[in-house]
């Protein structure tokens, strides 16, 4: 009965009702425009932020810690597994619509990470907190959605999550080395919390020592794979453009299988709008001190994510000569592909790759989850210990689970996360487009930028005290 609802809900999110496909365009054009093209006219701006990005006080999590957080969860099945599945299902055109979708989700992920930084508060610790079910309550004045999408996050990064990552970690080091699947999701699932009981600080410093050196090593390994087949690259770019706009013989049905599953795979690897990597803004003190800087930040997360690592995943794939069935095929079809260009060495560099980047997934998915603890009276001692006891189980019973049961549960879950989360900033976007034209006009005027509540008109209300700064007359 259980997997009778979620495919039920799966067919009108995903299938023939396909309402996150339009919805997603939508708030990629609507969000494109709003900002009148943000992720194009002010491309190179992301990256020169990453040069103060590291600057902050040692207590708090630096915007640099704040992108390899959201990277480390960005980065995970959803490059080496997620794309081997769009693929599989949709053809080497779902490349092209990963791409689509993804310069679209650009800015999308500004709009999302600026109200996580907006609307951040400070817990118990003394640490920031933000996020979607923060900018509901607080500029939405919508509890009770809040409160959905707290559910929705918990059942997506909460639970399913958590078990689709070490399913694909199992399923690797089984297929690699003959590993049973149980005893390697039991080591995975207690080194994952020798790691999550330190709490956000120590995800973030985990992170950031991670993050930028696997994803080097994939990107020079994707690099000499292409070097090394460079004859065959525009065959491959040719296919990729015919089947992705349903030139090929094999019609229309071939074009909506490649935009589903490449916007769906998308989607679920770089989570623009999904409502996921605010929480990673939210908590993060930006330099400059303005919610700008955290859009901009986490907007380069999402280039580096998908234009980036995942055509990595696709370049690894389509160059080798294996054949694609259409069925599914995950983490497999990644190490096969790899493994016909690097030999037997192949599907242990791949197996080694996809325990790295979906272990750091792991951990920072717990600490996006945990950020809503508050909203059910759970954020305290014995709330947080339960909540890891549930995650941790969630892991270990993914470690065994068919790959169909895992992903079906991950899409629904992702899925209700984005309706909810697209439909609230969409609502939000006069207070978006208030705080980016105050950061521009600072830095027009030759300022660093500061943020001050008082002088910009926002919907609702915020926690008093955080963004009022002593530069109000300026």
Partial sequence: MLESLIASVNALLWGE????????????VWFSISLRGIQLTHFTHMFALLRTSAQADKNQISSFQALCT????????????????????????????????????????????????????RDSQGEFRGGPA???????????????????????YGFSFSAMQTNTITDALHHAFGVDRFYTGLVITLVTGSIIAGGFKAIARFAERVVPLMGLVFVFSALVVTMVNYERVPAMLSDILHSALGLQEAGAGAL???????????????????GSVPHAAGAATPTPNHPATQGYIQML???????????????????ADIPISGDMEGIRLTQDAMTAHMADAGVYFVAAAITLFAFTSVVANFAYAESNLHLFALDNRMGRGLYMLSYLAMMLWGATAKLEQVWSLADMALGLMTLVNIVAIVQLTPTIKRVT??????????????????????????????WQQKSIDN
């Fill in 134 to 156: 923060y900018y509901i309550q607080m500029g939405l004045g919508q509890k009770w959605l809040a409160i959905a999408f707290a559910l929705c996050l918990f059942l997506g």
């Fill in 301 to 319: 997360g999402v280039f580096f994510d998908t234009i980036v690592l995942c055509s990595c995943t696709a370049v690894i794939i389509l160059l």
């Fill in 70 to 121: 959201g990277l480390s969860a960005r980065v995970g099945t959803g490059n080496l597994a997620g794309v081997a599945v769009a693929i599989s299902l949709g053809g080497s055109g779902a490349v092209f619509w990963m791409w689509v979708i993804a310069i679209l989700g650009m800015a999308t992920g500004f709009a999302e990470s600026v109200l996580g930084q907006v609307y951040k508060v």
């Fill in 17 to 28: 009702g396909q309402i996150l496909i339009y919805l997603l365009l939508f708030a990629g």
């Fill in 437 to 466: 034209s105050d950061y521009h006009r600072q830095r027009k005027q030759g300022k660093a930028p500061e943020f001050c509540v008082a002088k910009v008109k926002i919907q609702g209300q915020t926690e008093s005290g955080i």
């Fill in 256 to 274: 909506g299988a490649a935009i589903k599953n490449g916007i769906q795979r998308g989607l679920y690897s770089n989570e623009a709008g999904a």
